[in-house]
């Protein structure tokens, strides 16, 4: 080949590299307060399960709104197939307060009768969205022999959907009005011990989960001594503040640092560690009473339920069911008008799903934890990804994330709003949910990196997903 051919070829190439290089931009220069993230990429911990995110709704539901959870319900099985893989939970106060009736639906049954109609339309559901069912039996009857026929039915239907029965909700709080005031664990235990009889008579190998409590964490401990091998599963409920009705509660609530999240979530590990059983929250949102309009139903929620999340993964729960349904404020779904609307809350899944699918837990200190969080996971592709939120409604916040090893592309996508109070507008990547309930993400930051640390700087009152290759 000739010298200036050689040449020609050099310069291309040069050109080829350089027009590469130059593909993404440099990520933006620090604009707002400064916050270190240090990671440690040499330390992976737990894997996040890919069913770790949930929906809990009412047993009454099936009852009272029959076209709710039904496989006609187009908007809604794609509301929550865009949430990849989870757990359906069916319970709440009403599961012990619907009787189950062993009989089809007619035009005499009332709304308190579970009917083997009900159940089916229950599987049909399932299937179609294709999560497993966590099923709550009536513990507050006391009806052991009813349980049992109903455990059947609901195995026999479910079948391979069908994840584990619980037996009653809430039982720490009993004593309030369904058992007598001297009601406690011991007592519980005689009645589920009793119930976990009567169903594997009846179903040989029904798998269970417990206790289900509102609170209180020492009877999740005693349970785990008397039941870890009669279980698949830990689990209690966990709302961050209420009752709704409670005049002082406002987005400001939501947004603050939680000072009883850290010790429940120690219990709870302390307890899934020492038995050997994995732990669920398997309801939970933001004010418990329904939630609060103008709070649990605005952006803040999602900021919340976002580090909400990523919280009790980091301290090794396997999931969260976020409680919804008709009329509750703090429902990731909401109907409003006849039509299915994704809330703030809904896009804070969205937001995880992105952030954590095939991830394993990485560890990441924050300088300033006040009003920010972030969050790290390896992934099995070999990326990683950070999930940064600042809770500050007034402040920027530039976050300087520390590597261990050299990176050279990031990818931003941002959870945002209009504002912290809003309860429309929100968006994640770019994208918000069409009407029929698709989703696909639109609008993602590209930076070309080339070291072992880089900026991102959020916005007051937002969130994002930050993907290191």
Same mark, same amino acid.
């Given at each position: 080949?000739?010298?200036?051919?050689?040449?020609?070829?050099?310069?291309?190439?040069?050109?080829?590299?350089?027009?590469?290089?130059?593909?993404?931009?440099?990520?933006?220069?620090?604009?707002?307060?400064?916050?270190?993230?240090?990671?440690?990429?040499?330390?992976?911990?737990?894997?996040?399960?890919?069913?770790?995110?949930?929906?809990?709704?009412?047993?009454?539901?099936?009852?009272?709104?029959?076209?709710?959870?039904?496989?006609?319900?187009?908007?809604?099985?794609?509301?929550?197939?865009?949430?990849?893989?989870?757990?359906?939970?069916?319970?709440?106060?009403?599961?012990?307060?619907?009787?189950?009736?062993?009989?089809?639906?007619?035009?005499?049954?009332?709304?308190?009768?579970?009917?083997?109609?009900?159940?089916?339309?229950?599987? *049909?559901?399932?299937?179609?969205?294709?999560?497993?069912?966590?099923?709550?039996?009536?513990?507050?009857?006391?009806? *052991?022999?009813?349980?049992?026929?109903?455990?059947?039915?609901?195995?026999?239907?479910?079948?391979?959907?069908?994840?584990?029965?619980?037996?009653?909700?809430?039982?720490?709080?009993?004593?309030?009005?369904?058992?007598?005031?001297?009601?406690?664990?011991?007592?519980?235990?005689?009645?589920? #011990?009793?119930?976990?009889?009567?169903?594997?008579?009846?179903?040989?190998?029904?798998?269970?989960?417990?206790?289900?409590?509102?609170?209180?964490?020492?009877?999740?401990?005693?349970?785990?001594?008397?039941?870890?091998?009669?279980?698949?599963?830990?689990?209690?409920?966990?709302?961050?503040?209420?009752?709704?009705?409670?005049?002082?509660?406002?987005?400001?609530?939501?947004?603050?640092?939680?000072?009883?999240?850290?010790?429940?979530?120690?219990?709870?590990?302390?307890?899934?560690?020492?038995?050997?059983?994995?732990?669920?929250?398997?309801?939970?949102?933001?004010?418990?009473?329904?939630?609060?309009?103008?709070?649990?139903?605005?952006?803040?929620? +999602?900021?919340? +339920?976002?580090?909400?999340?990523?919280?009790?993964?980091?301290?090794?729960?396997?999931?969260?069911?976020?409680?919804?349904?008709?009329?509750?404020?703090?429902?990731?779904?909401?109907?409003?008008?006849?039509?299915?609307?994704?809330?703030?809350?809904?896009?804070?899944?969205?937001?995880?799903?992105?952030?954590?699918?095939?991830?394993?837990?990485?560890?990441?200190?924050?300088?300033?934890?006040?009003?920010?969080? *972030?969050?790290?996971? +390896?992934?099995?592709?070999?990326?990683?990804?950070?999930?940064?939120?600042?809770?500050? #409604?007034?402040?920027?916040?530039?976050?300087?994330?520390?590597?261990?090893?050299?990176?050279?592309?990031?990818?931003? +996508?941002?959870?945002?709003?209009?504002?912290?109070?809003?309860?429309?507008?929100?968006?994640?990547?770019?994208?918000?949910?069409?009407?029929?309930?698709?989703?696909?993400?639109?609008?993602?930051?590209?930076?070309?990196?080339?070291?072992?640390?880089?900026?991102?700087?959020?916005?007051?009152?937002?969130? *994002?997903?930050?993907?290191?290759?």
């Amino acid at each position: 080949m000739k010298k200036t051919g050689i040449l020609i070829l050099l310069a291309a190439c040069l050109f080829a590299c350089r027009k590469e290089h130059q593909e993404f931009p440099n990520p933006p220069v620090a604009d707002g307060i400064g916050i270190n993230v240090t990671v440690n990429q040499n330390q992976p911990g737990n894997a996040i399960p890919a069913t770790f995110e949930g929906l809990s709704f009412e047993t009454q539901i099936l009852t009272a709104n029959p076209g709710f959870l039904n496989v006609n319900n187009a908007v809604l099985i794609q509301l929550i197939k865009n949430l990849g893989p989870g757990l359906l939970r069916i319970g709440g106060g009403t599961s012990d307060e619907v009787y189950w009736s062993e009989n089809m639906y007619t035009g005499s049954t009332t709304a308190d009768s579970l009917t083997t109609s009900d159940i089916d339309r229950l599987s *049909a559901f399932s299937k179609a969205i294709g999560w497993q069912v966590l099923f709550g039996l009536n513990l507050g009857s006391n009806d *052991a022999a009813s349980a049992s026929n109903e455990a059947l039915y609901v195995n026999n239907s479910l079948g391979d959907n069908l994840y584990a029965f619980q037996s009653g909700n809430e039982p720490d709080v009993f004593n309030y009005g369904m058992r007598p005031p001297t009601y406690n664990y011991s007592g519980y235990q005689v009645e589920w #011990e009793t119930y976990l009889s009567a169903v594997r008579n009846a179903v040989p190998q029904a798998p269970f989960a417990g206790p289900d409590v509102a609170y209180n964490t020492d009877w999740i401990t005693a349970f785990a001594g008397n039941e870890s091998k009669n279980v698949k599963l830990l689990d209690g409920h966990y709302y961050l503040t209420g009752p709704a009705t409670d005049p002082s509660i406002t987005y400001q609530t939501i947004l603050a640092y939680s000072t009883k999240l850290p010790n429940y979530l120690l219990s709870l590990k302390n307890a899934s560690a020492q038995y050997n059983l994995p732990y669920r929250i398997t309801e939970s949102n933001n004010i418990y009473g329904g939630g609060k309009k103008g709070v649990s139903d605005v952006f803040a929620s +999602a900021l919340w +339920a976002l580090d909400f999340m990523w919280t009790v993964a980091e301290n090794n729960g396997v999931g969260i069911n976020f409680h919804g349904g008709d009329g509750l404020h703090y429902s990731p779904v909401l109907v409003q008008n006849g039509v299915l609307v994704a809330s703030p809350e809904y896009y804070a899944m969205l937001a995880f799903k992105y952030g954590s699918t095939g991830g394993t837990i990485i560890p990441a200190s924050i300088s300033n934890p006040d009003y920010c969080s *972030a969050y790290a996971c +390896a992934k099995a592709d070999g990326t990683y990804t950070f999930t940064l939120i600042n809770k500050d #409604e007034k402040n920027n916040y530039s976050f300087n994330i520390q590597l261990n090893k050299t990176a050279s592309v990031i990818q931003v +996508a941002r959870l945002t709003a209009p504002s912290v109070t809003a309860t429309t507008g929100t968006t994640f990547a770019g994208a918000m949910v069409n009407a029929d309930g698709t989703f696909e993400t639109k609008t993602t930051e590209q930076y070309s990196v080339s070291g072992k640390s880089f900026i991102v700087n959020l916005l007051p009152g937002s969130a *994002a997903v930050v993907t290191v290759q």
